[in-house]
């Protein structure tokens, strides 16, 4: 499967849809065959079913094992079925995969695996970076850049030759321009970004988009500079939004005005939590850490409002805390109640 860089056309992703399912963190592909080793609970696994959706929409892999769909069958076998289908709305949808620090090639593997048996890209997110997330909830990440390097070696040998999208390091770049980052740590920061992004543009047909902060937080004359010097002009393309709640519409604009300064560079938004906008009330400094009231955003796809915006993009998972903050789980972590919130308020 050619997945040519530069165009829209790079998501189309060819091959028919096949039934994987998700076997650990590895995420081993399995083949199903209908009537083998029913047990008791097969009808409300055929019930709680995930299936990919359109390949011409939305060419990117729906991960028939989430916790979403976990969250779906468990609410089945309940009895649960309005909870359930609620809970649908985010199971259905292709949202990324966060590769882990501790078996990033196995896992890396197993996602694109499974995607390229279904005829689908998978959609991947690097968030390892050393003294990531200045130690607030998200805080951790390689040992020292020679680990970073080795992790993102493996994440390559992982992928290989199947399609995926790598979003790259959310707030690495954003940390590096708003002082969070100490200074001792900026250049070797730059330089890992740089090789990061040349490792996994090398490869056939992995397409990569860095991070490049949100509609929120500042003006792009801020950052475009910063994002140079970490290899956007040899990326794919930057991402905006990531785990944020600002509008597509407010992201776009933004995306459009940096884009401008990257020499016309394509984006790609998360839509996955924007339905109603960003919160605006409580303490302003923790307005992002699960604020009440947000509503899933528009599904993903490759049909987007701007020929510039590649795609809409899940890549925050919706469901998942973003720290221990207003009642949450650490940062990550399945939060139904949080879910189930984010469904019902988009109705």
């Given at each position: 499967m050619?997945v ?8 189309l ?6 039934c ?6 590895a995420?081993?592909?399995?083949g ?7 047990g008791?609970?097969?009808d409300?696994?055929r019930?709680?079913?995930?299936t990919?959706?359109?390949?011409g929409t939305?060419?990117?892999w ?9 969250q ?7 009895g649960?079925?309005a909870?359930?289908?609620q809970?649908?709305?985010?199971a259905e ?7 882990g620090?501790?078996h990033?090639?196995?896992e ?6 499974a995607?390229d ?5 998978a ?11 200045c ?9 020292d ?10 994440v ?7 399609p995926?999208?790598v ?5 690495a770049?954003l940390?590096l321009?708003?002082?969070?980052t100490p200074?001792?740590?900026e250049?070797?920061?730059y330089?890992?970004?740089?090789g990061?992004?040349?490792?996994l ?10 991070d ?7 003006h ?7 994002l ?7 990326a794919d ?8 709640f ?7 604009a ?5 884009s ?7 984006f790609?938004?998360?839509?996955s939590?924007?339905?109603n906008?960003p919160?605006?009330g ?6 992002w ?8 955003g528009?599904a993903?796809?490759?049909r ?11 890549v ?7 720290g221990?903050?207003?009642g949450?789980p ?8 949080y879910?189930m ?7």
């Open positions: 050619d040519s860089r530069g165009t829209r056309a790079r998501f992703a060819a091959g028919a849809r096949a994987a399912t998700a076997l650990g963190a995420l081993l592909a399995a199903c065959s209908a009537g083998e080793g029913r008791p609970d097969d409300t696994s019930a709680a079913a995930i990919q959706q359109p390949e939305d060419p990117f729906v991960n028939p094992d989430s916790q979403a769909a976990r779906v069958a468990a609410y089945l076998k309940e649960r079925t909870d359930a289908e809970i649908r709305k985010i949808q292709p949202t990324a995969e966060w590769i620090p501790e990033p090639e196995q890396a593997r197993g996602f694109t695996e995607a048996k279904a005829g689908r890209i959609l991947l997110v690097l968030y390892n970076i050393p003294h990531r997330d130690g607030q909830y998200s805080q951790g990440g390689a040992s850049g020679d680990a970073y390097r080795a992790w993102v070696d493996a390559a040998r992982g992928i290989g030759d199947r995926a999208m979003i790259l390091e959310p707030d770049v940390h321009v708003d002082g969070c200074e001792e740590f250049e070797e920061r330089d890992l970004l740089r990061a992004v040349d490792t543009t090398a490869l056939k047909n992995t397409t990569v988009y860095l490049a902060g949100n509609a929120g937080w500042g792009p004359d801020e950052i475009y500079e910063p140079l010097r970490a290899g956007a002009d040899r393309g930057f991402a905006v939004n990531v785990a944020n600002y509008s597509t519409e407010d992201s776009l933004y995306g459009k005005q940096l401008e300064r990257l020499g016309g560079k394509h790609v938004i998360d839509t939590r924007n339905g906008g919160y605006t409580g303490d302003p400094d923790e307005r850490c699960n604020p009440p009231g947000r509503a899933l528009e993903p796809t490759t987007t409002a701007d020929p510039l915006v590649d795609a809409y993009l899940w925050k998972r919706p469901g998942e805390s973003d221990t903050c207003k949450g650490k940062a990550g972590d399945w939060w139904p109640q879910a919130e984010l469904a019902r308020a988009g109705e």
